[in-house]
């Protein structure tokens, strides 16, 4: 029989009314078996994210030692999601173990995490569901990446002779017995570890927009839906910021080549998006798949005469950012230049000086230069390889916008052409090229 592991993201999960939906859609097809859900999310704009309630709660485990005014708001939303639902739950006795419990472990991860479990405990009562604690049955290694072998196993022995079981996503436990969480908007790999787990046939991913769209519809209005995507695309669209799919989500279903399938809560009888292993994957034609942009990044330039005839030029640069322990995204370079692009937030804290002066120790630059609040933009899509003039278009369309380019790379894959603009210019820019290859 096929299995469906569904994951409900935070919209899917705000309140009682939408939690009905959500039952109504899993009782619809009985291969949607195992379910994994997110913290409740906003319940309209403005309105705040559990997630984010809990982070500020464990602000004050840190500064009074217990989370009082924090932890009201969450005692407060899930009983509300209880009334809604009107479910006999005696969610004020689990409501208070958490409590006492984030009081005593003292851990972020720990405190962040309870929004999944909180939910997954009241969707399970919602669907008479058995509750599948991630600590349990999602392991991470002694390096912190999430252990694949250990938690099918585990997986799989929680599920032996289950029909239907909630996970809550986002956390899982680390060698020292911890909770541990993966970053912001995790639920979605912890998502695919289950279908992995359980070899599904598909891992349907139930969010609030019908699909994997052009670009971020906050930009654009209404863009257009992308029908069919590869692995790939995925990978490099959401890495740059199209976070309806957390980047990391393709790793646990790889292996299997299990689509995914993006799914609307709200409208579950449209379409959605699928997302492919290359197996399955047809290019449907289109030059562009979509365009995804990130924002706060920084780039050093060094320039030197003769760099390229200087053996160990680059490596002795790219050491220097390895001692300081930053993650380089991209280095562009020409016959006598380099550049390296870093995300800002990781050259915080007077990091960026040490990395200069140690630079210039190293390779004693002619030119050594800063550009901070550079945005990386994305245009991603297969079709780009076999197509003529697609970057003189792009180009063209952001000269046409009176947006300043900052840099270019294009990847080696010919998958993707990055230019780097002004953070200001970063939804312009992503307009421009949008209304180019989508009219
Ligand atoms: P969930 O809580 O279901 O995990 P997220 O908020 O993480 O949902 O992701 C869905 C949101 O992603 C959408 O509401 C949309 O605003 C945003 N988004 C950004 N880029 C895209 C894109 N290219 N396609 C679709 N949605 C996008
Ligand atoms: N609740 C977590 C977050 O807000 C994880 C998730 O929603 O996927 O990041
Ligand atoms: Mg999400």
Known sequence: MAVKVCKFGGTSMADGTVMNQVKKIIEGDKDRRYIVVSAPGKRYSGDIKITDVLYECHKEVKESGSCGAAFALIRNRFTSIIKELNIDFDINAVLDETEARINAEKSEDFTASRGEYLSARVMA??????????????????????????????????????????????????????????????????????????????????????????????????????????????????????????????????????????????????????????????PSGSIVTGIAGKKHFTVIFIEKSLMNSQIGFVRKVLSVLEEHNIPVEHIPSGIDTMSVVIESAALQDG???????????????????????IAL??????????????????????????????????GSSELNIIVGVNDDDCDKCIAAIYREFFG
């Open 125 to 282: 009562e919602v669907l008479g569901a058995k509750f599948v604690d991630a600590e349990d049955v999602v392991f991470f290694d002694e390096n912190g990446a999430y252990d694949a072998a250990r938690s099918d196993r585990a997986i799989n022995e929680a599920l032996r002779g289950v029909d239907k079981a909630v996970f809550p996503g986002f956390y899982g436990k680390d060698v020292h017995g911890k909770v541990k969480t993966f970053s912001r908007g995790g639920s979605d790999i912890s998502g695919a570890i289950v279908a992995r787990a359980v070899n599904a046939s598909v891992y349907e991913n139930w969010t609030d927009v019908s699909g994997f769209l052009a670009c971020d519809p906050h930009i654009v209005g209404s863009p257009r839906r992308i029908k069919a995507l590869s692995y790939k695309e995925l990978r490099e669209l959401s890495y740059m910021g199209a976070n309806v799919l957390h980047s990391e989500s393709i790793f646990p279903v790889r292996k299997a080549n299990i689509p995914i399938h993006i799914k609307n809560t709200f409208r579950p009888e449209d379409e959605g998006t699928l997302i492919l292993p290359s197996i399955y994957y047809k």
């Open 377 to 410: 933009i994305a245009t991603v899509g297969h079709g780009m390889s076999s197509s003529v003039g697609t970057s003189a278009r792009l180009f063209k369309a952001m000269a046409d916008a009176k947006i300043n380019v900052k840099m270019i790379d294009q």
């Open 351 to 373: 990091k960026l000086g040490l990395v200069l002066s140690d630079i210039k120790a190293a390779v004693a630059p002619d030119t050594l230069r800063v550009t901070e609040d």
